[in-house]
């Protein structure tokens, strides 16, 4: 699997500190909790922070990678540790926090997306003489409750018939549905979708674009699995290749769409009485998703419509508003979005920046207006790359000290506390409040302490954000590392971020975290750990 991290701006020429003698050096090898004391009259920078992150970042499984780390006391902006901190690397989902804080301030936390169906026909009792429009303004979170909904409510209103078609109207984005050099391996996966104004969300995770597969065993071997679909929806097509194997054979069942269609492959053996296997499936084209799902639910309520729907047409002008949904605020949507790092969600609030603030719902006008948001908070554009919202092209670039910069920067915006809300906390096990830290640096001090940004691709990994030290000063870290061959590097953001929380850095002790090594049975770290369903981090 492959994906991208990003950069950070203000204040560098940090001093540095100054180097500690050989037999301390022998100490911090034998042992795994050091306590650094400055010397008295030592400035910021002489503290021990710099000897202590230095040994964690001398980690085997970093040679020949690159680090780019920074950290910052929130208050004064001061920085009190860098390395590289100018660096250019891949931030992967870490490029969700230019693009969250850049949706909080040019949409607003009150922000609402609406979908609607409309109409320029006229009503001859409960027939409608015209077509029927389904018009999306990029809603992630819709689910098949609410396409119900919506058809309830025109058929409350007296319509029984409508003469002409059901029309999706997918124009407030433009047609490319994937990002830039995204990886094609990923086109079926969830975390991948397809980016359309019009969608559909099977769950309240709100994975827009995809549909969840569940295959359980038949009743007896050489029976086929059995398959359900979540929503139920006949936009796919189930090719059923798999077979029911004895008790205690291997489980070797796949689930998977086949490139540019919408069948959805189920193969190998699943044994009696195994567990259900899950998948979450990307569809292709999901303006027909939306379209199939609301048109099930028209029938549903007994209001009858001619042909198959016809995608991508604008509503005319003048059309009349027969029914709406409008989705969560902003503020509520960036819980789902940040905490479980939802690359979906980050597209289309990039493409809904871009309709809003340019009037083109474009990744171009989106990124665009991202960037004179980020310029505007003090972060160096000049030095930083980006080409989606969420992090899932390797294209993106981002220094540490570029994305330290805004999370500094940021603290003093009026819609704050959402945001700050919507960030990942260290170890907290509620999945909605804990996210992709659920299960991170717990039994430390910065278990429940520490909130910040994960980041995961192949050889690229990132943890920014904010944690408090023993004396209950707030510090500012970002954590981004690169092209290293080890299955996870995780253990070294955490032990970074465990030395502050366990450190005065004000008073100078420092009581440095020794990295765990990552473990065989770790889940892998190339994707965030809130992708790899229906296992939960």
């Known amino acids: 699997m ?3 991290v990003i950069p950070s701006t203000r204040g560098r020429g940090q001093r540095r500190g100054r180097l500690r003698p050989a037999v301390l050096g022998l100490v911090c090898i034998l042992t795994s909790a050091l306590t650094w004391s400055a010397p008295a009259g030592a400035g910021p920078s002489d503290t021990g922070l710099k000897g202590a992150i230095d040994k964690i970042l001398t980690d085997a499984r970093l040679d020949g990678g690159a680090a780019s780390v920074v ?5 004064t902006g001061e920085r009190l540790y860098q390395r590289d901190g100018a660096d250019r690397l891949m931030p992967a989902s870490n490029t969700k926090l230019a693009t969250s804080t850049a949706a909080m301030a040019l949409l607003g936390p009150d922000y609402r997306f609406s979908t609607d169906v409309l109409s320029t026909g006229r009503r001859d ?3 409608l003489r015209g077509d029927l429009y389904l018009r999306g303004s990029g809603d992630p979170t819709t689910l098949a409750k609410d396409y119900d909904r919506l058809a309830a409510d025109l058929a409350a209103s007296g319509v029984k018939r409508v003469t002409g078609r059901l029309v999706a109207d997918d124009t407030r984005f433009d047609t490319q549905r994937l990002g830039r050099s995204w990886a094609a391996d990923d086109e079926s996966s969830y975390y991948s979708a ?3 104004p019009l969608t559909v969300a099977p769950d309240t995770d709100y994975d827009a674009g995809t549909v969840i597969v569940e295959a359980l065993p038949g009743a007896a071997p050489g029976d086929k699995p059995r398959v359900k679909l979540t929503p ?6 189930l090719d059923i290749r798999g077979t029911t194997v004895p008790a205690g054979q291997t489980d070797t069942l796949a689930i998977e769409r086949q490139h540019g269609t919408n069948t959805i492959t189920v193969s190998g053996n699943i044994p009696v009485g195994a567990s259900a296997t899950k998948e979450w499936v990307t569809t292709w084209e999901p303006t027909g998703y939306a379209a199939a799902v609301f048109s099930d639910a028209l029938a549903a309520h007994g209001v009858r419509i001619s042909g198959s729907p016809r995608l991508g047409r604008a509503t005319p002008p003048g059309a009349k508003l027969l029914a709406s949904h409008n989705s969560m605020p902003l503020r509520e949507l960036m819980l789902p979005f940040m905490k479980l790092s939802n690359n979906m969600h980050a597209e289309a609030l990039t493409k809904t920046i871009g309709y809003e603030t340019a009037g083109r719902g474009t990744w171009d006008a989106g990124l665009s207006a991202i960037g004179g948001y980020l310029q505007k908070e003090g972060v160096q554009t000049s030095t930083i790359r980006q080409f989606d919202g969420s992090g899932l ?4 670039l981002f220094p540490a000290e ?8 940021v603290r003093d915006a009026s819609w704050y506390a959402d945001w700050y809300a919507s960030l990942p906390v260290a170890c907290n096990t509620d999945r909605a409040i804990g996210g992709t830290l659920r299960s991170r640096m717990c039994g430390t001090p910065a278990a429940l302490n520490a909130r910040g940004k994960t980041g995961s691709l192949t050889g690229a990994s990132a943890l920014s954000g904010y944690v408090k030290d023993a004396g209950g000063r707030e510090l500012v870290y970002s954590i981004v590392l690169n092209n290293y061959l080890a299955s996870s590097v995780k253990s070294i953001e955490d032990a970074i971020v465990v030395t502050l929380a366990k450190s005065d850095t004000a008073a100078g002790t420092i009581n440095a975290a020794a990295p765990k090594a990552a473990r065989s049975t770790d889940a892998p770290a190339d994707l965030e750990c809130s992708w790899q369903k229906p296992k939960f981090c």
């Open 393 to 396: 092209t390797r294209m993106n």
């Open 2 to 4: 492959s994906r991208p």
């Open 125 to 127: 009792g409960s027939t």
């Open 71 to 75: 950290i910052a006391d929130a208050a």
């Open 402 to 409: 570029q994305l330290a910069t805004l999370l500094l920067s």
């Open 232 to 237: 139920p929806t006949d936009y796919v097509r």
């Open 194 to 196: 397809q980016i359309s």
